[in-house]
């Protein structure tokens, strides 16, 4: 078997994002973070636990038709801090950048501390911290370490 015969195929975008270098195994909650559930119709391809030469494994997301903004992209950075966003525009990738960690997120996430204020019936937004392996709510000190996907705010 040549090597073109392992290759992953996976089609061309003619316009949208590419999100590469994800660690194995976060696709999903990529998707989420995004807010793509498959209910709206997007386009997206999925490559999930391939090889990868710096990753043991890593997952690709393809969405078609869409452009990540900025609060989206400083959020997939916090479940992802390796990735590698492609602006692919008539099949041509037109931009590449790799993420950046911000140093606060602030209006994405929700507290899991029900007696933070931010989750009291008081108009403060939410923000946090950016630690190297989690998040720390500036209000009430929570730290969240896992699943951080869940913890979006999608109101």
Same mark, same amino acid.
Do not use: W, Y
């Given at each position: 078997m040549s090597d073109t015969d392992k290759q992953l195929r996976v089609s061309k975008i003619e316009n949208g994002t590419v999100i590469d270098h994800v660690h194995g195994g976060q696709a999903l909650n990529v998707l989420a973070i995004l807010g793509i559930d498959g209910s709206g119709g997007e386009q997206v391809a999925i490559?999930?636990?391939?090889?990868?030469?710096?990753?043991? !494994?890593?997952?690709? &997301?393809k969405v078609e038709g869409r452009e990540l903004s900025q609060d989206e992209v400083d959020v997939?950075?916090? /479940? $992802?801090?390796?990735?590698?966003?492609?602006?692919?525009r008539d099949y041509e990738v037109v931009e590449k950048h790799r993420v950046d960690r911000p140093g606060t997120v602030t209006g994405v996430l929700s507290c899991?501390?029900?007696?933070?204020?931010?989750?009291?019936?008081?108009?403060?937004? !939410?923000?946090?911290? &950016?630690?190297?392996?989690?998040?720390?709510?500036?209000?009430?000190?929570?730290?969240?370490?896992?699943? /951080? $996907?869940?913890?979006?705010?999608?109101?």
């Open positions: 490559g999930m636990n391939v090889p990868s030469d710096t990753l043991a !494994t890593k997952d690709i &997301v997939l950075s916090l /479940i $992802a801090p390796d990735a590698t966003i492609n602006i692919v899991p501390n029900r007696n933070c204020i931010t989750n009291a019936d008081e108009p403060v937004e !939410t923000r946090f911290d &950016v630690l190297r392996d989690g998040v720390r709510c500036e209000f009430c000190g929570q730290i969240i370490r896992e699943d /951080i $996907a869940s913890h979006i705010d999608d109101d």
